[in-house]
């Protein structure tokens, strides 16, 4: 983890448009932000992909950033890149559906998309969870950021945020007993 | 990796001030430990130098475009200016001034053909001149018995004088 003084040197080199503070930037959260988003696509493409776009729209966005968490407000856009992700994956998949029923009336057998990765318990279990519990689990747990960060993040009140990850890891904790 | 981090919050009097449970406090520790005890796969260094290659290419591409964008507000800067250059300029050429005569009658009058038409004084003037023109003409031709050539000369000379009194004012 980078030390605010860092942090702030290496922002500011971000805004100058310095390739080199970019890396340092990209070597201090993309493991964590990989785990964020592999953690709700359960797939290593997607997360790739994912990874990529975040990184190259924060060097349109970098000049936004006025201070404040600066892990708040990189989480801030990977959340928006994965709910656009999500949207995007829905209108295909109705696409899809909707081509299906017009030309493939029989039922075919179509290759998940981790069939050839190795998909742990964890992801199996999360993948019970609705996606905005399992994002606001995995923005906390990633973001490292303050609850009272996550519920502006997400505009809703503190206490609303609190109750939601808590019933969210009671329940993970459940089924990962039951496993 | 720890879920609270550099913002570490006291949970316990978060979830009892807010949601009145030491229960909570405890399930959220246990997840938290299954999801440390589980990490997430790392991305690959392949990846990394790509998203880096590409933000590099980025950056170039902004930096151009930056250039770009700035010479050509250079170039319309200098060509407003050249705009307000060419209206000032034309503002500051100074009419000539009109002809004194412009004073003295009206301008239609002054640029009529048909003098006789424009007005009581126009005609009366009209007859002066022609007046003029038959005395000289009689001088010249010694009608009134003195020396013609001489005392037209003499004439030349008087209105000479009259008309170029007349022009200073």
């Not at chain 1, 030390?3 to 080199?13: E, F, M, Q, T, V």
């Not at chain 1, 318990?121 to 993948?127: S, W």
């Not at chain 2, 500051?92 to 048909?114: D, F």
């Not at chain 2, 009366?124 to 038959?134: G, M, N």
Request: proline share 2%.
């Amino acid at each position: 983890m980078a030390k605010n003084d860092d942090l702030a040197r290496i922002i500011s080199g971000c805004k100058s448009g310095n390739a080199e503070s970019f890396s340092e930037l990209v070597d201090i959260y993309s493991s964590r932000l990989y785990g964020y988003f592999y953690r709700l696509t359960g797939n290593r493409e997607s997360s790739d992909d994912l990874l990529s776009e975040l990184f190259v729209k924060l060097v349109g966005k970098i000049r936004s950033f006025k201070g404040g968490s600066f892990e708040g407000w990189l989480f801030k856009i990977a959340s928006n890149i994965f709910y656009d992700y999500l949207r995007d994956k829905q209108q295909q998949k109705k696409l899809f559906d909707a081509q299906k029923n017009l030309f493939e009336p029989e039922e075919v057998t179509y290759a998940k998309e981790s069939d050839d990765e190795r998909i742990d318990e964890l992801q199996t279990q999360l993948g019970k969870l609705d996606t905005d519990t399992r994002e606001l689990i995995m923005l906390r747990f990633y973001s490292q950021a303050s609850f009272k960060e996550i519920a502006a993040m997400r505009s809703e009140p503190i206490g609303t945020t609190l109750s939601k990850l808590h019933r969210g890891l009671k329940k993970l904790q459940k089924l990962m007993e039951q496993k | 990796m720890t879920m609270n981090g550099e913002t570490e919050e006291n949970l316990k009097d978060l979830f009892e001030k807010l949601l009145n449970s030491e229960q909570a406090v405890e399930d959220i520790e246990k997840g938290e430990r299954i999801l440390r005890e589980s990490a997430a796969p790392e991305p690959d260094d392949e990846l990394i130098a790509d998203i880096k290659a590409e933000i590099t290419a980025s950056l170039l591409h902004k930096k151009e475009n930056a250039f770009v964008y700035k010479a050509a507000a250079i170039a319309a800067g200098f060509i407003i200016l050249a705009i307000i250059s060419v209206k000032l300029f034309e503002t500051k050429i100074v009419q000539p001034p009109k002809p004194a005569s412009n004073l003295i009658m009206p301008k239609a009058v002054w640029e009529s053909e048909r003098l006789a038409d424009d007005g009581a004084d126009s005609a009366a003037l009209v007859d002066e001149v022609k007046q003029i023109e038959s005395d000289l003409l009689a001088m010249q031709f010694g009608e009134n018995g003195s020396n013609g050539y001489e005392t037209v000369t003499e004439m030349e000379t008087e209105l000479t004088e009259i008309n170029s009194d007349f022009w200073k004012g």
